[in-house]
């Protein structure tokens, strides 16, 4: 039985070839391919036939878009269906190289040893012309949880859904936490569901991120949605676990904190506020004039 489910959650037919063809390229096809049309005005059906068998996917034609509403409850939807242990969402513009399912496999003694449930690799980050401008890799090959959080906030790392593999089981425990346009919703997966704190990097592969005009990341006339998400988010972490991080950590969350608000002029809420309070009164009363 195949370990590795391959979900694409599929809107915008751009790119969704390049897509299909690194998907069908792919070294190792033990992996099963579920693909959820979400009402789009595009009909994939001839793409996925050009490049997969019919019986060798699961093809999911829904007549109500989700994605408008909240990206979460599209890729929610089609993950109603998977059996594996372990999924990976790609997006319908991203693409993996021959060997991405390949090396998942070779990193599954370590994951199950070592009990991980969240495994990631590099990424590459690419044009609407299929060039390379940005990469990013970790240096280690496992990442602390909180480290990876603290180090979100400060926006030192690069990081996105679809070059993340998750234990299935995680997903049933924990869903996948809704904010604003999912702004984070990936972030916050991967906190979560690293339960022993650590998370598995594997440097021999990579994925292809793409960053186009359509890109929800490099849109701008989304940004007061997208602060109101990050908004949600640290409000979110601050309230379950903020207690746990460092106190270092917590400097550096708080410092950032405190930058999102200047630029943003969100506020913060009177729960979290105590929250920040109840474990330091000083670094509380740094964000008292955030208190609406």
Avoid at 5 to 12: L, R, S, T
Avoid at 133 to 161: G, N, P, Q
Avoid at 175 to 185: D, E, G, T, V
């Amino acid at each position: 039985m195949n370990k590795l489910a391959i979900v694409i959650p599929f809107y915008k037919i751009d790119f969704f070839e390049e897509t299909l063809k690194s998907v069908s390229l792919q070294t190792n096809k033990h992996f099963t391919l579920y693909i959820g049309n979400d009402a789009s005005s595009n009909d994939p059906k001839p793409m996925i036939e050009k490049y997969f068998e019919s019986d060798s996917y699961y093809y999911f034609n829904y007549s109500e878009n989700l994605g408008g509403k909240n990206l979460v409850l599209q890729w929610e939807r089609i993950m109603k269906n998977i059996s594996e242990e372990w999924f990976q969402i790609l997006g319908d513009d991203d693409m993996l190289p021959f060997n991405f399912v390949d090396k998942f496999y070779t990193s599954l003694h370590q994951a199950n040893k070592e009990k991980i449930n969240v495994i990631k690799f590099p990424l590459k980050i690419i044009d609407e012309e299929n060039n390379c401008y940005r990469k990013f890799s970790f240096r280690k090959s496992m990442i602390d949880r909180y480290d990876f959080l603290t180090a979100r906030s400060e926006h030192s790392i690069l990081s996105s859904l679809s070059e993340n593999i998750f234990r299935t089981q995680s997903f049933l425990k924990y869903r996948i936490r809704q904010f604003p346009l999912a702004w984070h919703s990936d972030d916050c997966m991967i906190f979560e569901y690293a339960e022993n704190h650590k998370i598995l990097y594997i440097e021999e592969t990579f994925v292809f991120v793409r960053m186009s005009k359509k890109n929800i990341s490099s849109q701008t006339d989304n940004a007061a949605t997208k602060a109101a998400a990050t908004n949600e988010f640290y409000v979110y972490i601050i309230a379950n676990y903020y207690k746990k991080f460092s106190s270092e950590q917590k400097i550096i969350i708080l410092k950032n904190l405190k930058k999102h608000f200047y630029y943003t002029q969100h506020k913060l809420n009177i729960k979290t506020l105590l929250m920040i309070y109840s474990d330091n009164f000083i670094n509380g009363m740094k964000l008292t004039k955030y208190l609406f």
